[in-house]
Antibody
């Protein structure tokens, strides 16, 4: 059974770079796509982007200029970087596997707060 | 981007009630529609995939229907553990998009 565990810095200042990592346990990157999704406090879900086992990425056009998703197959990790953050990027960030067109499972979530 | 419109945004109901939540896509998405349940402080969990298929381990009181642009999630007899927020999500094209959610509260 695939499980995802994520970590990263939870407090950033404006203009800094958000950096999160998600470890995959019990599965391999050949399982289709691996995504990042975020949820501002009290709001809905926004898909950020995805990466597959060969490193091919797709990003949400609304964030594309600031996002990089990468993977490290030797460590079974994939990572998210979002640069030039502002208060609008304050959210809980989730990693998730996109398996047969549905997000399952998800990581536990990481609250990232951007504040001066 | 495909816009997903959910209704209602909130709903009060009692244990044992039958509840229906609707989701409309801004263009046809065939049956590439998933439903998720999210409880406070937790990640969403998939309930229904491909519009009407029940995810393994999900109680049979949950069901989904629809195709094209109009979809519904039905809970046949609400249980206490069902009070949560529900999201629809289209998997037809990138970027993947979600509805704004329906918060199901106890009456």
């Amino acid at each position: 059974q695939v499980q995802l565990q994520q970590w990263g810095a939870g407090l950033l200042k404006p203009s800094e770079t958000l950096s999160l990592t998600c470890a995959v346990y019990g599965g391999s990157f050949s399982d289709l796509y691996w995504s990042w999704i975020r949820q501002p406090p009290g709001k809905g879900l926004e898909w950020i982007g995805e990466i597959n086992h060969s490193g091919s990425t797709n990003y949400n056009p609304s964030l594309k200029s600031r996002v990089t998703i990468s993977l490290d197959t030797s460590k079974n990790h994939f990572s998210l970087k979002l640069n030039s953050v502002t208060a609008a990027d304050t959210a809980v960030y989730f990693c998730a596997r996109e398996h047969y067109d549905r997000f399952d499972p998800w990581g536990q979530g990481t609250l990232v707060t951007v504040s001066s | 981007d495909i816009q997903m419109t959910q209704s209602p945004s909130s709903l009060s109901a009692s244990v044992g009630d039958r509840v229906t939540i609707t989701c409309r896509a801004s263009q046809s998405i065939s049956t590439y529609l998933n439903w998720y349940q999210q409880k406070p402080g937790k990640a969403p969990e998939v309930l229904i995939y491909e519009a009407s298929s029940l995810q393994s381990g999900v109680p049979s009181r949950f069901s989904g229907s629809g195709s094209g642009t109009d979809f519904t999630l039905t809970i046949s007899s609400l249980q206490l553990e069902d009070f949560a927020t529900y999201y629809c999500q289209q998997a037809y094209s990138a970027p993947r998009t979600f509805g704004r959610g329906t918060k199901l509260e106890i009456k």
